[in-house]
């Protein structure tokens, strides 16, 4: 089964602090995903990553940046956490397939409240 | 700007009975869907998905159906369970890789 591990359930953080959301894949997915998911709005991107060291913005980069030193780890920075931020941030992972489409895989979320 | 829309914030259905949720979309270059069901405090699962190319796809209980024409996609659930009350999010890619997703739509099954 495909794992994908975020690195903490909840954290609560204060404005200002700067926040590191860690996230583990372990099928060697080429592409990471950061999305944050809220009331009304669903899932929007932040950023993805198709290869290592290599990252692109999705809908919704303010405020954020990424880091991808490894195929398995995609970490997602918030610089100086604001309370807008406060939301469940989902990780995920998918194969690029190379000729057609496949799904992405979820880790469990992590419920980041900013105060 | 979403490009993917689910206009129904919620649905409620009896157990036993069909489930359909609705999905909009406005991209005209999305040729892959897929639906993810979502618990509380879990991350999404993939349920069912379906290429441009096709107008139906069915797995079990679960059927997916694209009218591109219309840019409409719906999914039935027959017949619906308890253990189906979740967060249901429609979902589109127009390249290998990139998801866009829309709000949810959040299923109660009455026993």
């Known amino acids: 089964d495909v794992k994908v591990t975020q690195s903490s359930r909840y954290l609560v953080k204060r404005t200002g602090e700067k926040v590191f959301l860690e996230c583990v894949q372990d099928?060697?997915?080429?592409?990471m995903f950061w999305y944050r998911q809220d009331p009304g709005l669903g899932l929007r991107l932040i950023y993805f990553?198709?290869?290592?060291?290599?990252?692109e913005k999705g809908d919704i980069p303010e405020g954020y940046s990424v880091s991808r030193e490894k195929k398995e780890r995609f970490s997602l920075i918030l610089e100086s956490a604001s309370t807008n931020q406060t939301s469940m941030y989902l990780c995920?992972?998918?194969?690029?397939?190379?000729?057609?489409?496949?799904?992405?895989?979820f880790g469990q979320g992590t419920r980041l409240t900013v105060v | 700007d979403q490009q993917v829309k689910q206009n129904s914030p919620s649905l409620s259905v009896q157990e036993g009975r069909i489930s359909i949720l609705n999905c909009d979309y406005t991209?005209?270059?999305?040729?892959?869907f897929l639906w993810y069901k979502k618990y509380p405090a879990e991350g999404p699962t993939f349920l069912i998905s379906?290429?441009?190319?096709?107008d139906k796809n069915e797995d079990g209980r679960f059927t997916v159906f694209l009218n591109k024409s219309a840019k409409h996609l719906s999914l039935h659930i027959v017949p619906s369970q308890p253990g189906d009350s979740a967060v249901y999010f429609c979902?589109?890619?127009?390249?290998?890789?990139?998801?866009?997703f829309g709000a949810g739509t959040t299923v109660t099954v009455r026993a």
């Open positions: 099928m060697d997915h080429e592409n």
């Open positions: 979902a589109a890619s127009e390249n290998d890789y990139k998801l866009s």
């Open positions: 379906i290429s441009s190319i096709k």
């Open positions: 995920a992972s998918s194969p690029s397939s190379g000729h057609g489409y496949t799904e992405a895989f």
């Open positions: 991209n005209s270059m999305f040729d892959y």
């Open positions: 990553s198709y290869d290592v060291k290599m990252k």
